[in-house]
């Protein structure tokens, strides 16, 4: 009778914060629809391995290491950074990066809204972060669930738990973090500025060299992005190729869910309530949210001076949407600019400048290893 | 650079201002090669060639 009741001894308040972060996770996810396809594995995997003696982890009992299948998963899928990689082939087959190769220069905005990446940098560095957890907690910015795994990942940092949990948690809160920093470095009159939607069609060719020649390029400028940007460009090649129509819907469907599903129940691993629950972990958040804030003004800022230098004028709020959260970026500066003008519609525009963020935040993810791997 | 330590302000700084110098180089080389695609293989071209 014993062996039934020992485990409960075993347990620690700890643990039960984990359970009602877990829970709140799943709340999230069910209740506010929240990423739900990742913070409801995430959830649940945080209950899972935060019972005492859990199976789903490695533990040693008696001096016997006993494998947990958590564990398996995390070394066969996350470790050697698989799981984030074939997440991309999905990713990239989802989009269409058709607004942004019909107006390139949206592409600029990706670059500048990369900007909260390296300024959270600066900040965790001055927390006193190692530059190796520094770099890894400054890719939420990045604002891409696979790239921050990619690179937390392969600077081998303390804390990927925490940073995938801001990465994904800030990318569904989004429509909230936005606004306010949009509205803040704007006038009433920027919202308002009309762009001119051209809508000229791009060639087939095109379509199909663009991601061919955007890995040459970001591999020979970042090699370390090379095999990010490579998956995310190999996943759309499938797409614009027009004779892998069925695979590009299975790398858009299957493998996409089923990586996304792996991919959540396996980060729990890294939920244990020993390391999770830290002073470390809150500053991590807030410092997510700095990379998220700075993300939104490098962009906005960005299409500010722009408009100092062009005749055209571009609405600034564009800026925002080169964050690369696709595409709740580019639905918050539509939304804002019909706020302003139920007649000045800028989805397309934000649209393209959203696709530039993908793109420019794999890059910067290469280009950060690039600068501190040596 | 060492991972394992704090760096100081002057070599974040430093990754900050390369970063983003990185970022807008490899940006500008994709938004001229999106450009001569463009040039290149536009419908409206090979429709006026026809």
């Not at chain 1, 396809?37 to 019972?51: C, D, K, R, T, Y």
């Not at chain 1, 129940?265 to 999770?276: G, K, P, R």
């Not at chain 1, 709020?317 to 139920?342: Q, T």
Request: hydrophobic share 55%; aromatic share 8%; net charge positive.
């Amino acid at each position: 009778m014993d062996a039934i009741f020992q485990n409960f001894s075993n347990l620690t308040w700890q643990q039960v914060v984990m359970w009602a972060i877990g829970g709140i996770l799943i709340y999230l996810a069910i209740k506010k629809d929240m990423e739900p396809s990742l913070l409801l594995p995430m959830g649940f995997g945080a209950i899972l391995v935060n019972i005492p003696m859990s199976g789903a982890i490695t533990q040693i009992i008696d001096g016997v290491k006993e494998i947990g299948v958590l564990n398996v998963l995390f070394d066969g899928g996350i470790a050697n950074e698989l799981f984030p990689l074939l997440l991309f082939i999905g990713i990239g087959a989802m989009i269409d990066f058709e607004p942004l190769l019909t107006n390139p220069k949206l592409m600029l905005f990706g670059a500048a809204a990369q900007f909260g990446i390296f300024a959270t940098l600066v900040g965790a560095s001055l927390l006193g972060f190692p530059l190796k957890d520094a770099a890894s907690i400054a890719i939420i910015g990045a604002a891409d669930g696979p790239t921050s795994i990619f690179v937390a990942n392969y600077l081998h940092s303390n804390f990927l738990g925490p940073i995938i949990i801001a990465a994904y948690s800030y990318m569904a809160l989004v429509p909230i973090v936005q606004p306010p920093i949009i509205k803040l470095l704007t006038t009433k009159k920027e919202r308002r500025i009309r762009m001119e939607y051209t809508g000229s069609s791009v060639s087939q060719a095109t379509k199909i060299l663009f991601p061919i020649i955007v890995t040459v390029i970001a591999g020979i400028f970042a090699p370390r992005s090379v095999a990010l940007v490579g998956f995310l460009m190999f996943g759309n090649l499938i797409r614009e190729c027009g004779v892998l129509g069925s695979l590009s819907e299975t790398a858009q469907k299957v493998l996409a869910n089923l990586i996304t599903l792996m991919l959540g129940l396996t980060v729990a691993a890294n939920m244990q309530a020993a390391s999770f629950l830290s002073l470390q972990t809150l500053m991590i958040l807030a410092l997510g949210l700095v990379a998220f804030i700075f993300d939104t003004a490098g962009g906005v800022v960005f299409g500010k001076v722009m408009n100092l230098f062009t005749k055209k004028k571009v609405n600034p709020m564009i800026g925002a949407a080169g964050i690369s959260a696709f595409p709740m970026a580019s639905r918050v500066v539509h939304k804002l600019g019909l706020a302003e003008d139920k007649t000045n519609h800028l989805l397309m525009h934000a649209a393209g400048a959203n696709v530039a963020g993908q793109i420019a935040s794999v890059i910067a993810g290469g280009v950060l290893l690039s600068l501190i791997v040596k | 650079m060492n991972l394992e330590a704090v760096a100081p302000l002057s070599d974040t700084m430093g990754i900050l201002g390369l970063g983003m110098l990185g970022i807008f180089i490899v940006t500008a080389a994709i938004i001229i090669t999106i450009t001569l695609l463009n040039l290149l293989a536009s419908p409206s071209k090979k429709r006026k060639r026809s």
